[in-house]
């Protein structure tokens, strides 16, 4: 069981808008504005897309774009394309006594 | 442009342990602290534990702890993951990740590196 819930799939038809969301508590995603999201496609390694809940590292298509609201956060994509179908990632510091760094169990992405 | 390169594939007996480095290129290798963070055949991200270089420090998730040590050598800019005692669980895809130092994002991940445990 992960730390972070994800919900396990979502899908959109290209151009639409999707979100995805990741829940924590108030020792992680409610108590910091350290939330990045990832991107894995298979046999990848992951990408960052997303850092501390809404920055976007250069090289990164503004149609990503995160925001945070109590204790879960959101990765939205707009203008949904192809070469979004991926596997999607939230990860978060955490105060835990047990370890420093937290992910979601991961949200796999159709285009439809 | 930032490069971790990390070592091949293993496949090793339960009980027995394996280390995989992490060669880094471009950058600073002191501005960055590197974290090793595995990926079990169809599941999740999970994070082991980090080093910081400058310092040597390293720390661990309680899961692995007595069990993983995380080492780096600032002369040629790698940094190693063992673990220990081995078993079939922790047959998955071990990647390290670079952080800026005094962030809190991994910022460039390695290739991945596949450690097998069977018998």
């Known amino acids: 069981q992960s730390a972070l819930t994800q919900p396990a799939s979502v899908s959109g038809s290209p151009g639409q808008s999707i979100t995805i969301s990741c829940t924590g508590t108030?020792?992680?995603?409610?108590?910091?504005?350290?939330v990045s999201w990832y991107q894995q496609h298979p046999g990848k390694a992951p990408k960052l897309m997303i850092y501390d809940v809404s920055n976007r590292p250069s090289g990164v298509s503004n149609r990503f774009s995160g925001s945070k609201s109590g204790n879960t956060a959101s990765l939205t994509i707009s203008g949904l394309q192809a070469e979004d179908e991926a596997d999607y990632y939230c990860s978060s510091y955490t105060s835990s006594s047990t370890l420093n760094w937290v992910f979601g169990g991961g949200t796999k992405l159709t285009v439809l | 442009q930032v490069q971790l390169v990390q070592s091949g594939a293993e496949v090793k007996k339960p009980g027995s342990s394996v280390k995989v480095s992490c060669k880094a290129s471009?950058?600073?290798?002191?501005?960055?602290?590197i974290s090793w963070v595995r990926q079990a055949p169809g599941q999740g991200l999970e994070w082991m534990g980090r080093i910081i270089p400058i310092l040597g420090i390293a720390n661990y998730a309680q899961k692995f702890q007595g069990r993983v040590t995380i080492t780096a050598d600032k002369s040629t800019s790698t940094a190693y993951m063992e673990l220990s005692s081995l078993r079939s669980e922790d047959t998955a895809v071990y990647y390290c990740?670079?952080?800026?130092?005094?962030?809190?994002?991994?910022?460039?991940w390695g290739q991945g590196t596949l450690v097998t445990v069977s018998s």
């Open positions: 108030s020792s992680d995603v409610g108590g910091y504005n350290y």
């Open positions: 990740a670079r952080l800026l130092v005094g962030s809190y994002y991994f910022q460039h």
């Open positions: 471009g950058g600073t290798f002191s501005s960055y602290t």
